[in-house]
């Protein structure tokens, strides 16, 4: 081979390993996008069939109104101020029954599913009140506590602490019996058998109950708000509702749906990092 071909040959090698190289970020962008039509698209294309439908009049767009006339109430309402004033109010209703539940559900979860004769006592008037929807005991809690904050957080306190007590209860008993038995046969007290078997296998349905939860309190929230509120976002629905504010009540509602979301995302989040051993986790 002379030198004139081994010359050639690396020209050609140097060529073809630049393109390739230039062609890395094309692949790496067509990945991403394919990713993104794939989880996303359906929504996006919901989207998009929705302001084509306002904006071309097949619907009545005073009653459903473009979604860019939506984002634009949206937008006004931030950047003016006057839906964060209601974000506030809403996330500290929710945020301090939400937090209310967790310390009386999850301990007490924990004792339920652990000692027979206190599920015994106590299951039949837990049943009982679970079955009984908040929304029904509300006018009760307003009688009891007014119109004022204290009957809206406890209204979402009540119906958040059934989802979180009975999934840490259902935790705690599927634990497995033999890692219990294991773990007694090397010696482990109560309390370390508590600590090292029992906690940790309950924790994946204790954020299943987390989850749900969070779903339940915004809901109740916006319930709550609607009834004796002159501030938040369920409050917020309603007074766009009835001053025919439509593009500000949908603003809303985008509000809510967005804090379920992160709300959501966090507790995935957290329960990634925290159950790492666990394989249904991540």
């Given at each position: 081979m002379t030198l004139q071909h081994i010359e050639k040959t690396v020209g050609i090698g140097r060529h073809e390993g630049g393109s390739g190289t230039g062609m890395e970020p094309l692949r790496l962008l067509t990945r991403t996008s394919a990713r993104i039509l794939s989880r996303y698209g359906v929504l996006l294309g919901f989207l998009v069939f929705w302001?084509?439908?306002?904006?071309?009049?097949?619907?009545?767009?005073?009653?459903?109104?473009?979604?860019?006339?939506?984002?634009?109430?949206?937008?006004?309402?931030?950047?003016?101020?006057?839906?964060?004033?209601?974000?506030?109010?809403?996330?500290?209703?929710?945020?301090?029954?939400f937090a209310a539940a967790v310390v009386v559900a999850i301990p007490l979860g924990l004792v339920m599913?652990?000692?027979r004769a206190v599920e015994t006592a106590l299951d039949p008037?837990?049943?009982?009140?679970?079955?009984?929807?908040?929304?029904?005991l509300y006018p009760v809690f307003i009688l009891l506590l007014g119109l004022g904050e204290a009957s809206k957080v406890f209204v979402i306190f009540w119906a958040t602490l059934f989802p979180l007590l009975?999934?840490?209860i259902s935790?705690?008993?599927?634990?497995?019996?033999?890692?219990?038995?294991?773990?007694?046969?090397y010696g482990a007290r109560r309390l370390t058998n508590f600590r090292r078997v029992v906690l940790p296998g309950a924790v994946p349905s204790i954020f299943v109950g987390l989850r749900l939860g969070a779903t339940t309190a915004l809901l109740l929230l916006i319930a709550s708000e609607m009834i004796g509120a002159n501030k938040g976002i369920g409050f917020q629905v309603m007074n766009a509702q009835y001053n025919f504010q439509i593009p500000l009540m949908f603003a809303a509602i985008v509000i809510l749906a967005a804090l379920g979301l992160i709300a959501n995302q966090v507790l995935v989040v957290l329960q990634r990092r925290l159950c790492r051993w666990n394989v249904s986790a991540s």
């Open positions: 302001q084509v439908a306002a904006s071309s009049g097949w619907v009545n767009s005073a009653v459903l109104p473009p979604v860019d006339t939506i984002v634009a109430a949206l937008w006004k309402g931030l950047i003016g101020g006057s839906l964060l004033g209601d974000i506030a109010i809403s996330l500290q209703r929710a945020g301090l029954a599913g652990q000692a008037i837990l049943q009982l009140f679970r079955q009984t929807s908040a929304l029904a009975l999934n840490t935790g705690v008993k599927e634990v497995d019996p033999k890692l219990l038995e294991m773990a007694r046969a």
